[in-house]
């Protein structure tokens, strides 16, 4: 997959910060899944425990909580909103969430303005009920026409894509088993072209 080296390490941060809140939640911290596959057979999954969250449980092409795509690095930044950041090329800065989203959403700014959020845990989900773990074919069961399985320029690499205007639902495979492990949205002109073309630089 051609992913920005960056967004491959933050999610490896993400998900081994996560992996101990599996299994030491309350029963009712575990998500509710759609899909024909009960969850007792699905791969595990790193799950954000739901105790403690007070943000919205959704991730929608318009962002969540404080992170709008369009937002300002700048104003997130004074308003404590950004974690840490990391500089990439091309005036793409990555950055991590605070407060109840730490260790959910990765960010990415591009001349100082946020096109692209993500995750890859569970929840948050879509607003269509789409979230990371789930297979490509339930994907399509809840999308239907609304979304198709796109490949990237090198064929080396499948996702589902979500046409919503000028901005997108992109839900990449997992690097070491079936299904969805990447969940992002935002600026098609960025999160679909990263994945068709690769990063820049």
Do not use: K
Not at 187 to 194: C, K, L, P
């Amino acid at each position: 997959m051609n992913r920005p080296s960056i967004l491959l390490t933050t999610a490896a941060l993400a998900l081994g910060t996560l992996v101990p809140l599996v299994g030491t939640g309350p029963a009712s911290a575990a998500p509710v899944l759609s899909g024909s596959a009960p969850a007792s057979t699905r791969a595990p999954i790193a799950v954000a425990a739901v105790t403690g969250h007070s943000h919205p449980q959704v991730l929608g092409v318009g962002g969540a909580g404080a992170y709008r795509i369009g937002a300002s690095l700048a104003a997130l930044t004074a308003a404590g909103h950004i974690d840490w950041t990391a500089s990439s090329c091309g005036g793409v800065v990555h950055a991590g969430a605070t407060g109840s989203w730490a260790g959910v959403l990765i960010l990415a700014f591009r001349d100082g303005r946020l096109v692209e959020v993500g995750t890859a845990t569970a929840p948050p989900r879509s607003p269509a009920g789409a979230t990371v773990g789930m297979s490509f074919d339930e994907l399509e069961a809840i999308y239907g026409r609304r979304g198709s399985l796109i490949r990237n320029d090198a064929g080396d690499a499948e996702a589902y894509l979500v046409r919503v205007g000028s901005r997108v639902e992109l839900f990449t495979g997992h690097p070491i088993r079936p299904g969805v492990g990447y969940f992002q949205v935002g600026a098609a002109s960025f999160v679909e072209r990263n994945f068709r073309q690769g990063a820049s630089c």
